[in-house]
Each structure stands twice: as C-alpha cells, then as structure tokens.
DNA sequence: AGGCCCTCCTGTAAGC
DNA sequence: TGCTTACAGGAGGGCC
C-alpha cells in the first residue's frame, strides 16, 4: 500500500514521539506476517534507547545501541504511537511501549508488512542492499536511468516498480510520473530516447516531493499516524481516475491491464 | 540474466 | 438485502 511518500510521512509522524525515548518492552501479538517476526527481540531491545529512525525505500530502520529494527508496511501497514494503557486495534500485531507510557503499533489486516532485525548493519540486510538509488539522490539521474534500460523490453511501468533500479516508487507515482513525463507506462523501456528519460527523471522526482509534501495519498488504507488523511490523490492526474477526462486534454483516461497491476495513462498526453 | 507469473492475507466494493 | 467475486498501494521467489 504504502509507497515512499507514505512511509516517509509515517516516518515524519512518529519520529517525533520516539526521538530520546527508550523502548520498555516489545510485544508480539502475532508473529507471522510476511515472514515471521523475529524471537528475542524483547531481549535484544528493552531498555535500549531510541538513536534514530530513519528510510530506505520503503523500510523504516529503527536504531539502537543493540541493532536495528526494520519495519515494512507492506500493502495494509500503517503505524502510530498511542497512549500504552488504550486498546488495542484489530490487526494490531506489533507493539513497542516505551517507558514514557507511549506505544508504538504496527497494524497490518493483510499482513504483507514485515519486522525483521538488522543488526548493527541495517543496510546490509538481504533484502535492502540490492536497492537502487533514492528518487532525491544525486545517482538518480538521466545518464543512470538511460543506462540501465538500454536493451530492456519491460514496460517502463514495471522498470518504475523494481526497486533494484530505482526505491520506493509503487503503482500510484510511477504512474503520476509517466504522465508527467508524457511517456505511456506500456512503453519498452529500453526504446525511451534520452531526452524521455530525462524528463522521467525530473517527474519523478516532483511527483515524490509534492507527494510527500502533501503527507502522502491516501486510497484504502493509509492514514499518517496522526491519523489525518494524505491529500496528494486530489491530485492524482491518472491514477485511479479511469474513464474520467484528463485534467490537461478532457479526453478519457485510459485504464489497462500490465503485468497484472493495473496501469493508467491518456493516450492522448501520453505517446 | 531478464522478465513474467504466482503467492501470501483481509477488507471493500461492485455485480448479480 | 445478501451472497459471490474481483481487486487492491508490495515484492520475493520460482520458473522459463
């Protein structure tokens, strides 16, 4: 559910409440969400205190002295921190209180999310050090995305959702920034000119700052841990908007199967 | 090695 | 109204 300007504004929510705090124990409610949540954690982090919470794609790495915990919202995740003595949620199924009454709640119906241990060496993990660049980072640029769709027939939709090329991007951005970039998510990706490319990157970049900015979208599930709504998807141009008129031309947006995930475009802004 | 498909699970909404 | 079915924002893993 939750891509990286949901997450980042999760992060942004609750990073407030765990800055200097220092975790009193770690409750397992249930264990098998994506992979089962580690044994020990209790012993490894109560008492701990909180170093910093900081992301990676779409994975929260909350440090301490002792390790790091990795936390994934998967498609239904979503945190907040709470007063510890309030009841929990249904799908509340992680819990880190805090010895300032606080508690930390992962809260996941379809339990695709993750928490899983880092160690010391967070970055490291098998399932983070293959990820490409951030979106913002320097190495995410023209040169880099021209280069590694050279000779490629995956859509350019789908070359937008691997997070080996690039982190953090899902469905709703990739196709937010194709539409910017005028570029139909079908595309063979290694026959975007660079000047495509380009223009891709920049729209990326502007559709995950403005995202982020506006706290995120929010479709099913999501919420910020405040519990407010995003409000990015009311200005979505193409995502979820089928049949409705493009915002730029008024012709009818275009919905279709790729790969099985649903892609949007207009056909008419988009070549 | 790239690329496609399947899978995990529950909630929601559309369709009949 | 109520039952059934399709689909949903992720992404690793298996297979060709």
Not at 68 to 85: F, N, P
Not at 107 to 118: S, T
């Amino acid at each position: 559910m939750p891509e990286l300007p949901e997450v980042e504004t999760t992060r942004r929510g609750i990073a407030k409440h765990l800055y200097g705090q220092t975790i009193e124990q770690v409750i397992v409610r249930k264990r098998q969400l994506r992979w089962p949540i580690p044994n020990r954690l209790n012993q490894r982090l109560a008492g701990q205190p909180i170093a910093a919470i900081r992301r990676r794609a779409k994975y929260l790495i909350l440090e301490t002295p002792a390790g790091a915990l990795i936390i994934h919202l998967g498609m239904s995740g979503s945190l907040r921190v709470v007063a510890t003595d309030q009841a929990y949620e249904k799908h509340d199924h992680f819990v880190l209180n805090l010895v300032n009454s606080k508690s930390l709640r992962l809260r996941d119906p379809r339990r695709f999310g993750a928490v899983l241990w880092g160690g010391q060496h967070p970055d490291r993990h098998t399932l983070l050090k293959g990820l490409g660049p951030e979106p913002d980072d320097k190495a995410f640029n023209t040169d880099y995305l021209y280069r590694k769709t050279r000779k490629r027939r995956r859509a350019i939709r789908d070359v937008l959702l691997d997070g080996h090329i690039v982190a953090g991007i899902g469905n709703i951005y990739a196709n937010e920034a194709l539409f910017h970039a005028g570029i139909r998510p079908g595309r063979a990706s290694g026959r975007i000119s660079r000047p495509h490319c380009d223009k891709l990157v920049t729209a990326i970049k502007e559709v995950i700052r403005a995202a982020i900015r506006a706290g995120g979208s929010t479709l099913r599930d999501f919420q910020s841990p405040e519990g407010k709504p995003g409000y990015f998807q009311q200005t979505h141009y193409v995502y979820g908007r089928g049949g409705q008129p493009c915002r730029r031309c008024g012709q009818a947006i275009k919905t279709r199967a790729l790969g099985g995930r649903r892609a949007f475009s207009c056909t008419n802004c988009q070549l």
